[in-house]
Nanobody, 126 residues
């Protein structure tokens, strides 16, 4: 059974940057696409970004496009989310998850596994 552990969250001022990590254990990391999601208080969990098994394809929610970058290092079984130009509305708990995605067309078709980590809190002050 896979275990995902997110880290790197914290408190940052608007306009600042944070880098999140998601380390996986228990299964072959490179067999899975990976995704980042977030859940703000009182809101449903929403998609943020996804990356293909080899890192050759990425996809972002419109709200973070141009500001966030997803990447992965299969040798370290870790996925990353670099967040720049942070806004107060980026405040949320950020989660990573294993995905199975089809990377054809204008956007991927994503199936989510139920392998959520515990999340890491990101708070952006104005």
């Amino acid at each position: 059974q896979v275990q995902l552990v997110e880290s790197g969250g914290g408190l940052v001022q608007a306009g600042g940057s944070l880098s999140l990590s998601c380390t996986a254990s228990g299964r072959t990391f490179s067999n899975y696409d990976m995704g980042w999601y977030r859940e703000a208080p009182g809101q449903e969990r929403e998609f943020v970004a996804a990356i293909s098994k080899t890192g050759g394809h990425t996809y972002y929610a419109d709200s973070v496009k141009g500001r966030f970058t997803i990447s992965r290092d299969n040798a370290k079984t870790t996925a990353y989310l670099q967040m720049n130009s942070l806004k107060p509305e980026d405040t949320a708990i950020y989660y990573c998850n294993l995905l199975e995605a089809t990377w054809s067309g204008s956007h991927p078709v994503i199936d989510e596994f139920d392998s959520w980590g515990q999340g890491t809190q990101v708070t952006v002050s104005s």
